[in-house]
């Protein structure tokens, strides 16, 4: 996938296919233009506010507590880029806005904007910095405000969803998982999806206290508090225990650096019974050879900005998983996601 422009109108498609328009040169101005006016307006909640009816510019200043001139030039901003339309009646929200950009719409799509744009977006400003320094900080034990954390959350929650019930089909075990240790599950979305595919299993999930917070009440509202428990503690500590069917390691790896994924890939071999089973799950990285995507490539950046890291390429993933010990490795890619499965002889 990448980005480019396109054309209005006939015209403005000829001028671009002849070359009259730069279109290298307008690009990243058009995509800083179209992530500034999103943050701001999302930011200042201006979606939400215009979601039920069409509103006038000064009903929607005093409702968004606004400059009315600022709030003007704002949406005549969303309305050149499209987000909203216009007539006598105010501004209204096109449908692709009140679709993934308003609470009550397709909320996973919404929330993934929302996280990227409002506070992602906040780490991408020191991006320059930690570049030039090298200098690194994890987001997980600095977040910017609780506000940032509950968004990161939703949105786990959100993205867990939409994955878990592919990995969980995709995944193939020896003989039925009755125990499962999900390594920073996060707000135990996998958990959850495993449990409810194998009726005996049993999970224990390792997470940072306010994950654990939040994920209890997750784990309360599907009726599964008696088959998934929450362990409150850091996963770089040797105390995973023993004797496990499955682990996972899913989209934690990218957080953590080389030292520590191989530290993870490791304690998750010695935690495992003989014939149980790791599972990785990853945003796709090719390595060297393959070719990069606009959006994997970007995501890589985020975790560097975030955590100090990156994603990490799936050769990489394959040589400490094999290194550690693991055998029968298997792999699959779904969308931009890689899945591994792999096995303790
Ligand atoms: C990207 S999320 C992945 C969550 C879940 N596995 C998933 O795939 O949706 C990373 C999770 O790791 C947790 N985490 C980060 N560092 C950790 C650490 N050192 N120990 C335990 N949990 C950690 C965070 O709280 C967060 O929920």
């Excluded at 692709?96 to 780490?123: P, Q």
């Excluded at 977040?143 to 867990?160: A, H, I």
């Amino acid at each position: 996938m990448k980005i480019a422009i396109k054309a209005d109108n006939p015209l403005e498609a000829v001028a671009l296919s002849s070359g009259l328009i730069p279109s290298g040169a307008i690009l990243p101005v058009l995509s800083m233009g179209v992530s500034s006016i999103l943050i701001t307006a999302m930011r200042l909640n201006v979606f939400d506010h215009l979601h039920n009816a069409p509103m006038k510019i000064a009903a929607l200043a005093t409702a968004t507590n606004c400059d009315v001139f600022g709030m003007e030039v704002l949406l005549e901003g969303l309305y050149g880029f499209g987000f909203v339309e216009r007539n006598e009646n105010g501004y209204r929200l096109t449908k692709d806005s009140a679709r993934y950009l308003t609470e009550s719409g397709d909320k996973v799509r919404r929330d993934f904007v929302y996280f990227f744009l409002r506070d992602v977006s906040r780490n991408l400003e020191q991006l320059e910095h930690k570049i030039r320094t090298g200098e690194q900080s994890n987001f997980h034990f600095s977040p910017p405000s609780s506000d940032c954390w509950s968004n990161y959350l939703k949105f786990l929650e959100g993205n867990g969803q939409r994955l878990a019930p592919k990995i969980a089909k995709w995944a193939k075990f020896n003989q039925e998982p009755q125990t499962l240790l999900d390594v920073a599950g996060g707000p135990a979305q996998y958990s959850i999806a495993f449990c409810q595919k194998y009726p005996n299993l049993k999970a224990s999930i390792i997470e940072l206290p306010e994950t654990v917070k939040y994920g209890t009440t997750v784990v309360e509202k599907v009726g599964l508090s008696d088959r998934i428990r929450y362990i409150t503690g850091n996963l770089l500590e040797p105390d995973w225990g023993t004797n496990y069917d499955v682990i996972l390691l899913f989209n934690i790896l990218h957080n953590l650096t080389t030292e520590q994924c191989e530290f993870a890939v490791q304690q998750a071999f010695q935690s495992l019974r003989s014939g149980g089973t790791l599972l990785i799950e990853e945003p796709f990285h090719p390595g060297n050879q393959g070719k990069l995507s606009a959006f994997g490539s970007f995501i890589s950046l985020v975790y560097f900005a975030m955590s100090g890291t990156r994603t990490w390429p799936k050769p990489v993933l394959k040589e400490w998983v094999s290194k550690a010990g693991f055998t029968k490795v298997r792999t699959s890619k779904w969308q931009l996601i890689l899945f591994m499965s792999a096995e303790k002889p």
